[in-house]
């Protein structure tokens, strides 16, 4: 018998009802982030890194929809499963971040340099260092409080347990029609969104990252309710979106570098520090001056649910 291939899963679209009441729609969307999860559990025990990456992405969005719904559920309803991701999350992201680094952002340096001998170094340390952070994921995976988090949400979301610290009034807004909180929520956040994107050039490092945040959480809520409005309208705005938040992503880019290389232990006066800083820099000035023109594309773009 042919052995069932192990391979990772990208997130499903999630299908809201036009009549689907905000409670539902709540359910439907941590439940689809919660079995996104659970489906890259076999890809990330098989050291697949596009299985971490799935894995983080599902738990970034559930984390995100948690956070979304706070007008309707309060934080301390779900606090116990955020702490459980949080946890997780503590061996998801440096996993993550040295599959970035090493398969994404380094290749162009190490093909630039092939023999620069502090650079070879650093490869085989980073190397060594990305296969520790990926068994200690492996480990966290059979560690009980995973397996825990998952039944948690799963019988947290079976049994509505938010409901039971719910005033009447918290009750009666979940169930009204999802699109009476979703159109304003979306609008709000595209405020927020092109209010400090219009600031750019004034904004800090940490104001940047902000930025970013707000943006990948704004493409989470429309990607959670996308099919309440029209398609063609959401791809083109999800694309211009994307963009702005890649064009943002080369700065935190900058900043999970330099906390890696302390990791390694490379000092600033090491020439290979020296080179792979100053690579990343010159990726931050094209991005930097591109970053204007994408966010005026972003700003022309169509509002799906303003129509």
Partial sequence: MTPKTIAFVKASPVALPSGATSEEAFAAIIGACLRHAEANQPAVLDGQIEGVHQMRVAFRRLRSGLKLFRPLIPREAGAESVEGIRWLNGFLGPARDWD????????????????????????????????????????????????????????????????????????????????????????????????????FTELSTEERHALRIRIKELRYALDFFASLYPTPAVKTYLSALARLQDCLGIMNDIVVARRLLDEARLTTVSAARQVIEGWYGCRLDVHERQFAEVRQRFTECERPWKN
Wanted: no cysteine; glycine share 4%.
């Fill in 100 to 199: 970035v680094f090493l398969d994404e952002g380094m290749p162009p340096v190490f093909a630039h340099f092939p023999r620069k001998r502090g650079l070879l170094l650093f490869r085989a340390k980073a190397e060594a260092l990305r296969q520790h952070h990926r068994s200690s994921l492996r480990e966290a995976m059979h560690d009980p409080r995973y397996r825990q988090l998952i039944q948690g949400l799963a019988a947290w979301l079976e049994q509505r347990a938010w409901r039971s610290g719910l005033s009447d009034e918290q009750r009666e807004r979940l169930a009204q029609p999802v699109l009476d909180f979703a159109t304003p929520l979306l609008g709000n956040n595209h405020r927020r969104v092109t209010q400090r994107a219009d600031q």
